[in-house]
């Protein structure tokens, strides 16, 4: 410790600490950081597969949360280490890009990292380790390519799509009834996709839940679900051939923005004010009335004499609704969202088939269903369940198969699931090599190794021999060369992913295996490790 003065003639202490920072070098930096990974995959390993295991989470304010999404396991789980982080932005980059294959992506990079220990402890520089991953990546992804099927669906042949996702929901607790969310899930994705641009804008899915019903009745509502009520209880019920006026302007008297002071002293000047406020109201009902809107669906508040003006006009409307609800339904419904009573016009009421408020239950909850609208480009999927935690995880499940629907959308080429092709893969880069002279050849057959991971957890978590499965189906793959076999998990009695209708997209196939080798260079790379003393 030193004292010392800067230029104004303050002082201030100088802390030599410097000793006492922890500091890991070359092999051992490098073995540090790769347990820290594999620990991470090792967590993930066993909620791989239909047969995967389930995680529960608690949070520190007492929130449980029960997934089996692997980007979901990972964010909540709270991770100090700096390389165990990275895993964690591994999962959820593939979480954003292609939303499925979380949890593989993780197991994968596991494995590469296990097989880069090996190599290093025979002495192989980290670099060409890295070298060599990043070619055995590329032969991978093309063989990919080489492997994939491309498959056509239309408006009335919707089954390819369909069989896909519920490859994806399979792996959930949802699978009971993964036929009818699979369904669910492809119809929205095509209600709100654009097939010319083969865009799909996943924003105008809104994924609504409520606790109660089972999940058997979850459907998909053409329209918008608003968690709100009639603001009067005699309002109607139900409203068909709706006009909605849609505002963001209160029901209430103008306030003045600077202060402002109003004197009553007589009961004359209090009645006069009174006039004012009910005339005031009597204009924007009268407003709303005139341009023929016969519901009103408003952002803000109104107060119980507003509500009875509304009543007694015979104008049904609804309070409290948020913004991006109110976005929605101006989608929905072709109306537009009005800032200022002034600028109401017949133009800019949306129209709806049919507006009804539904009760569930013996509970007081009731929602508002806005359904048969103008443009059905905006839809909502009810989520019914026992519980909530049910719920949040079929949310989640449903995020999963929605992503699919759309990447397939955008790149119809598929690859078969069950770790096929990564067997596959596994066999390719294995040959390709024997092509390169140098010491990489080992890095890209550990590489070979490395992908056979992701099998060999799904026999394990199904509970079959892993080693004695992955090398019978490895051997019929050679044999037969046929890139389709896999594990058969579900014990359907046949390895053919084929005809177990068991796909996955080529492009989170590949994205798998682009993020894991990236991440797994990124780590060999590390050779020092400098971290602050502990307190």
């Not at 596991?110 to 880069?116: F, I, M, P, Q, S």
């Not at 002071?261 to 005339?279: G, M």
């Not at 016969?294 to 609704?321: K, S, Y």
Request: proline share 3%; charged share 25%.
């Amino acid at each position: 410790m030193a004292l010392a003065f800067d230029e104004f003639g303050r002082p201030f202490i100088i802390l030599k600490e410097q000793e006492q920072k922890n500091r890991l070098r070359g092999l051992d930096a490098q073995k540090s950081n790769i347990s820290a990974g594999k620990a991470v995959a090792r967590i993930l390993r066993t909620s791989l597969g239909p047969k995967g295991m389930d995680k529960m989470l608690q949070s520190p304010d007492g929130d449980v949360t029960i997934t089996n999404d692997g980007a979901t396991i990972l964010e909540k789980m709270d991770v100090d280490n700096q390389i165990a982080k990275l895993m964690v932005e591994l999962s959820r980059s593939q979480d954003y890009e292609i939303g499925d294959g979380t949890t593989g992506v993780v197991v994968m990079a596991g494995a590469l990292l296990e097989k880069a220990e090996r190599l290093l402890e025979r002495g192989i520089h980290p670099i060409r380790i890295a070298e060599g991953y990043e070619t055995a990546s590329r032969i991978a992804v093309e063989h990919l390519d080489r492997v994939a099927n491309k498959f056509e669906f239309g408006e009335s042949n919707l089954e390819p799509l369909i069989q896909t996702c519920m490859t994806t929901l399979s792996s959930k607790i949802v699978n009971r009834c993964k036929r009818s969310l699979a369904e669910i899930a492809v119809k929205a994705v095509l209600a709100v996709a654009d097939l010319e641009r083969k865009d799909v804008n996943l924003d105008l899915i809104k994924v609504e839940g409520k606790v109660g019903g089972k999940l058997e009745d979850t459907e998909l509502i053409y329209g918008i679900v608003v968690d709100k009520d009639m603001s009067h209880p005699q309002m109607p019920k139900q409203i068909e051939d709706a006009k909605i006026a849609i505002l963001t302007c209160p029901f209430e008297p103008p306030k003045p923005k600077t202060k402002h002071k109003v004197d009553i002293d007589t009961v004359e000047k209090f009645q006069t004010l009174r006039v004012q406020e009910q005339k005031y109201f009597d204009e924007m009902v009268q407003k709303c009335k005139d341009v023929g809107a016969t519901l009103v669906i408003c952002q803000w508040g109104f107060d119980d004499e507003a509500n009875h003006l509304l009543m007694h006009r015979n104008l049904p409307a609804v309070r409290w609704v948020g913004g991006v609800e109110l976005e929605l339904i101006a989608i929905a419904t072709g109306g537009r969202i009005v800032p200022r009573f002034q600028e109401l016009t017949t133009e800019k009421l949306g129209k709806a088939g049919m507006v009804r408020e539904k009760s569930f239950g013996t509970t007081k909850d009731r929602m508002l269903y806005v359904e048969h609208c103008a443009n059905s480009r905006a839809v909502t999927i009810f989520i019914r369940g026992g519980n909530k935690m049910i719920i949040e995880e079929t949310k989640r499940s449903l995020h999963d198969a929605l992503c699919v629907a759309r990447n397939l959308i955008r790149n119809n080429s598929i690859v078969y699931g069950g770790g096929s092709a990564e067997i596959s893969c596994s066999i390719a880069v294995e040959a390709a090599a024997d092509r390169y002279p140098g010491v990489e050849q080992y890095a890209i057959r550990a590489f070979g190794d490395a992908l056979e991971a992701i099998p060999m957890a799904l026999a394990e978590n199904s509970g079959l021999q892993p080693i004695e499965t992955l090398s019978a189906v490895k051997s019929q793959q050679i044999k037969d060369n046929n890139p389709h076999f896999g594990i058969d998990c579900n014990d359907v009695g046949t390895n053919d992913m084929r005809e177990q209708n068991v796909f996955e997209t080529l492009i989170g196939k590949q994205q798998q295996i682009l993020l894991a080798t990236q991440v797994v260079k990124m780590i060999l790379k590390i050779d020092d490790v400098i971290s602050p003393s502990e307190y």
